[in-house]
């Protein structure tokens, strides 16, 4: 007997009436008919398997055939276990598997057939996620013979969420029916989805309609379901432009300290960005070679080690250079520079000079899905939590503690401050160390959406002081509105015109706005300018 080309155009046929399945179990004859002979008898076979039988041992058996896991003898079908023990395919008995037993194979045809086969026994599972699957394996064939199939799993189904999958399946079926009345319910149905692969049916439906009342109600389903789909790109923008200006928030606020309250231009600030990264890169295969059963909570472990290991540096250099250079911004830019060439070189003869790999913990994978078009990753979510409470650690620390109060004083006026007792050389490179440790905080952040690399700071730096300068220098809350805005104009921009010109329209708005009003967003006042 041929088989029809679809397997459950063949299946519905044989099922239109017989929708419950029944609680046979497979027998070993089944068994062997599915797994033994040419194509179309395989299929046909099991085609009156899922008719006949709807018990977990078909699905696992149809399952195992997916698997390549099934061997045939001269008289019994096995099913081999990953462990190399053998199990009897019909009745699951354990059994030994013969010397004579021979692989089943299956071409692409037959895979397909088992796919179906397994997805239609899955739509009246137990469990919600092999429902779901099946959903989602069935809409991949869309014609009227899944129709029963559907509506039997909608009204059986008890999950608001999948029985609206499966309402919107059924609108799949009926908007290619040959009924007219049926294609006019589909495509107004459709037209509430919010979902891509609706707009692309609908567009197809389109070119083949003929019907010019329908042609109008599906160009108008059309257009609902565009309007839909904008609204979740344009808060896709947004949440990107969002994380965006947090990731430069963490980058500049290291150099809000050390350019903003300190003065210096710190061209080595992106190394030091550069260094907190490999500091996580480093713990990363720690936990890997030593702790792999905690290894998703290495984070956790890189983020003090990426602020040490940079605010080590940080005073080191201030120690060694800066202080030397103080009130000498020319000189400051050269040294700083020259070190930053120093710092990636030395990263390169230590890691390479190629780009290392820093996984994600497993609790920063993935994504939070809002809408069709619209995922929110997990590790973006938790670099907008860390600016924030990076942020809110720098605020207080600024003003609410003695080193804080130290720092203003000493940057407001360095030698009231050293007339009151306060060690001014050793508030530098304290404040020095703490902006290179925030430095690499953002390091660390940066490692969990991007390459580690010996360039990975150059990236940063320039958009770091553009912050800086765009905020007000010395003010923590321009630099944070300078960041989360710059973030989203470079966002929105790159939507209209690219990412190349979207960067130079930025740089012109800030030289522009630079040119009227000099002290940025947020200007020094009273006895503090």
């Not at 070993?28 to 018990?55: H, K, M, S, Y």
């Not at 899944?146 to 059986?156: F, M, Q, S, T």
């Not at 020319?330 to 070190?339: D, F, K, M, S, V």
């Not at 003003?399 to 130290?406: A, C, E, M, P, Q």
Request: hydrophobic fraction near 55%; glycine fraction near 10%.
């Amino acid at each position: 007997m041929v088989v029809k080309t679809s397997f459950l155009r063949g299946l519905l046929a044989l099922l239109t009436a017989l929708l419950a399945f029944s609680a046979q179990a497979l027998t070993p004859p089944q068994a062997r008919a599915i797994a033994d002979g040419d194509n179309d008898t395989r299929a046909q076979a099991l085609i009156e398997a899922v008719a006949q039988n709807g018990d977990a041992t078909l699905a696992a058996y149809v399952q195992a055939l997916l698997d390549d896991a099934v061997r045939v003898s001269a008289d019994r079908v096995f099913i081999v276990r990953k462990d190399g023990s053998a199990v009897d395919a019909a009745t699951g008995a354990a059994a030994q598997l013969p010397g004579d037993a021979q692989d089943v194979t299956n071409n692409n045809r037959m895979r397909r057939e088992l796919q179906s086969a397994l997805a239609a026994l899955n739509l009246f599972s137990p469990e919600r996620d092999a429902r779901a699957a099946a959903i989602k394996a069935l809409a991949d064939e869309v014609d009227d013979s899944k129709l029963p199939l559907i509506d039997k799993a909608y009204a059986a189904e008890s999950d608001g969420t999948l029985k609206e999958r499966l309402n919107q399946l059924r609108a799949y079926v009926l908007v290619a029916s040959p009924d007219r009345n049926k294609r006019l319910e589909a495509a107004q149905q459709l037209a509430g989805s919010g979902e891509p692969a609706v707009r692309a049916l609908l567009l197809q439906r389109l070119e083949a309609e003929t019907d010019p009342e329908l042609r109008t109600v599906i160009a108008a389903a059309i257009t609902k379901v565009e309007s839909r789909l904008a609204w979740g790109e344009r808060a896709g923008v947004l949440v990107t432009g969002f994380s965006l200006g947090s990731i430069l928030l963490l980058a500049a606020l290291g150099l809000a300290i050390t350019y903003g309250l300190m003065g210096v231009i710190n061209m080595a600030h992106g190394e030091l960005i550069m260094i907190g990264a490999y500091a996580t890169y480093v713990v990363q295969n720690a936990f890997r070679a030593w702790l792999p059963n905690f290894f998703d909570y290495y984070v956790l472990v890189a983020i003090p080690a990426s602020f040490l290991a940079a605010g080590l540096v940080g005073a080191v250099l201030e120690r060694l250079v800066i202080r030397w250079l103080y009130g000498r911004p020319l000189e400051t830019l050269l040294a700083t520079w020259g070190i930053s060439l120093v710092l990636m070189q030395g990263v390169r003869s230590l890691f390479g000079a190629q780009n290392v790999p820093v996984e994600n913990p497993a609790w920063l994978s993935g994504g939070l899905a809002l809408a069709s078009n619209l995922t929110l990753p997990y590790n973006r979510l938790a670099i907008i939590v860390f600016a924030g409470l990076v942020l809110a650690g720098v605020a207080l620390l600024i003003s609410k503690t003695r080193l804080g109060l130290f720092v203003r004083g000493v940057t407001q006026n360095r030698r009231m401050a050293a007339c009151v007792g306060i060690h001014t050389a050793r508030i530098d490179t304290w404040a020095f160390a703490l902006g290179a440790g925030l430095a690499g905080l953002a390091g660390c952040a940066l490692s969990q959406v991007g390459n580690v690399g010996p360039d990975l700071g150059q990236s940063y730096i320039v958009d770091s002081f553009m912050v800086v300068v765009l905020g007000g220098v010395g003010q923590l809350a321009g630099t944070v509105w300078a960041a989360l805005g710059l973030g989203l104009l470079n966002k929105l921009l790159e939507g209209w015109a690219g990412a190349v010109l979207a960067k130079i329209m930025v740089l012109v708005f800030i030289v522009v706005f630079i040119q009227k009003r000099p002290q940025g967003l947020f200007a020094l006042k009273g006895r503090e300018a």
